[in-house]
C-alpha cells in the first residue's frame, strides 16, 4: 500500500493554466502538456469562458453528450487523453484566433461566418476533430502571411 501512495505521489501532475496553452497548434508543444499537465473540469471551463461558449457548443466540438461534459465538472470523472488532446488544441486555436484576429469577439465573428475557404461553411464546423482543428489553424497562419480568407 505504501509503495502505491509513493508512486502516486511521484506521477503527481499540475494543472495546465491558460498561459501555459500555446497560442498555435503546435503537435511538440501538445503533446508536452499531455504528458507534463493534468486537463481537468477547470482547464474546460477555462475555454467555455476564454471561447464564450455554452455547454451545448464546447460537447459538439468534443463529440460527447452535455451530460457527459457536466459530468467532468460535478463527479471529477476522468477526461480520456485523446479529449484532453481535443481541449488543449481548441484552447491553442482560440488564442492563436485571439491574435490574429485581436480580439475573442471578432475571431468569434469570423468562426461563426459561412466562408468561401471552407466550402461555404464556417470554421466552426470543423473543430470536432483533430484535423479540422488544425485546418483552421492554417487558415489562420495563411491569413497572418496576408492570405485573404
Do not use: C
Not at 476522468?78 to 475573442?104: C, P, S, Y
Amino acid at each position: 500500500m505504501w509503495k502505491v501512495e509513493k508512486m502516486a505521489k511521484a506521477i503527481k501532475y499540475e494543472v495546465a493554466e491558460f498561459d501555459e496553452i500555446p497560442n498555435t497548434v503546435a503537435e511538440s508543444e501538445v503533446l508536452y502538456l499531455l504528458q507534463t499537465k493534468s486537463v481537468d473540469w477547470s482547464v474546460i471551463n477555462q475555454l467555455k469562458q476564454y471561447a464564450s461558449r455554452q455547454d451545448e457548443v464546447v460537447s459538439n466540438w468534443l463529440n460527447i453528450s452535455v451530460r457527459t461534459l457536466r459530468n467532468y465538472k460535478t463527479h471529477a470523472t476522468r477526461i480520456k487523453e485523446n479529449l484532453k488532446e481535443h481541449i488543449i488544441m481548441l484552447f491553442a486555436l482560440f488564442k492563436h484566433g485571439t491574435d490574429v484576429f485581436g480580439t475573442t469577439d471578432a475571431f468569434n465573428a469570423w468562426l461563426n461566418k459561412e466562408n468561401f475557404h471552407f466550402d461555404g461553411k464556417s470554421p466552426s464546423v470543423f473543430l470536432n476533430t483533430i484535423t479540422g482543428i488544425r485546418f483552421v489553424d492554417r487558415r489562420l497562419t495563411a491569413m497572418e502571411f496576408g492570405d485573404n480568407v
